[in-house]
């Protein structure tokens, strides 16, 4: 049938052809054009339960609409914000991560389960050195230095504590 098109009968009620009547997709003007994207990216996200690349591809385009109004925001208010540029840049990939793996995780051996932790925690400790680099800056690279502050700071108390505490569970283990 690839290539070929059909014609296919749907029954909606009316509050169903109200939602699709009002749903916006790019590149979509009629209900056909509609559903045939709806179809497209229902098979799209079902690929990307399989492979990371597809499911980076279905983060991203997810995220869009977002980072297009916050940059719009940014732009028009002269802000910037590092700390969202890199959370925003970062999520697709750590999401895609898990997606990519949604497929396999329920039937995995535990030594898969191992790896996936080991990988996102890999993916979440780059985006905190990232994070902290920030921190670097005067205004922490946050549109309010007190956001970073009040959170960032408060985490990197908790890291320091709980470094010590490992710290002294091994010198108790080397004597």
Not at 2 to 13: M, Y
Not at 19 to 26: G, N, Q
Request: hydrophobic share 45%; with cysteine.
């Amino acid at each position: 049938m690839a290539g070929k098109s059909a014609v296919v009968t749907v029954r909606l009620s009316a509050k169903e052809q109200e939602s699709l009547a009002l749903l916006e997709i790019e590149g979509a003007s009629t209900v056909s054009d509609k559903i045939r994207m709806l179809v497209a990216r229902a098979a799209s996200e079902r690929h990307a339960r399989q492979e990371f690349a597809a499911a980076l591809n279905v983060m991203n385009g997810l995220l869009v609409p977002v980072k297009d109004g916050i940059k719009i925001a940014e732009h028009r208010s002269g802000m910037r914000s590092e700390w969202m540029d890199r959370l925003l840049n970062w999520l697709p990939s750590a999401v895609a991560m898990v997606l990519s793996r949604s497929g396999e995780v329920s039937n995995s051996e535990p030594q898969q389960l191992v790896e996936l932790e080991r990988e996102l925690l890999e993916e979440h400790a780059r985006f905190m050195t990232s994070v902290f680099q920030i921190g670097l800056s005067p205004e922490r690279g946050c549109y309010k230095r007190e956001n970073y502050d009040e959170n960032v700071i408060a985490c990197m108390a908790v890291a320091a504590a709980v470094s010590q505490a490992l710290d002294k569970q091994e010198q108790g283990e080397v004597r």
